[in-house]
């Protein structure tokens, strides 16, 4: 079944109205997933601070190309689409092993971001989310391993990892749980 994992994006619009683009991915792990998010955040912060449009075409396109590896791997809409708002529904047994990915940026171009474990909805930044997600991997493959974490291979990551850092905050728990809780438009 692959690396299974989702990714929420909430984007603040002039009204002051959310609106989400989700998907889920199944091949998108580890240093994919932190890449994904920092790209991302990226290029949203670039729109809404440039004033541009986020067509929800593009920014599927954005989520699902992998800047760092240079691929694309094709996700599935979950958000509901049956009406023009949604409510997420985020059960904690989803049959996902790779956990998800929840970012959120204003109206302002500031952006809040967290990970989470698949059978958790605890906030983790990046450092926490690698550790988990590499826990079951051969040791040589783990974050906590040294010669892995600062190796050239990992360079990507790390840089995608400092630029999150510099650039967006980690959400608290009750922010979490308020973006799990919001309405949004679709």
Known sequence: MGQRSEIYVAVEQDDGKKKMTARYFSWNYAERMISRVAYTSKWLRTRVKDGCPIPKEDLVSIMETNFDMVDIVRSERIESHAYNFCKLHLPLDNGLNDGRA??????????????????????????????????????????????????????????????????????TQEELDNYIKSTYVV
């Open 102 to 171: 929840f970012i959120f940026i204003s109206k302002n171009g500031d952006i809040k971001y967290c990970f989470t474990e698949n059978h958790s909805l605890k906030p983790l930044d990046c450092n926490g989310y690698m550790l988990f997600d590499t826990e079951s991997c051969y040791p040589e493959y783990q974050w906590k391993n040294r010669d892995y974490k600062y190796s050239d291979k990992m360079k990507r990551c790390r840089r995608n990892i400092k630029w999150l850092k510099e650039n967006a905050k980690v959400m």
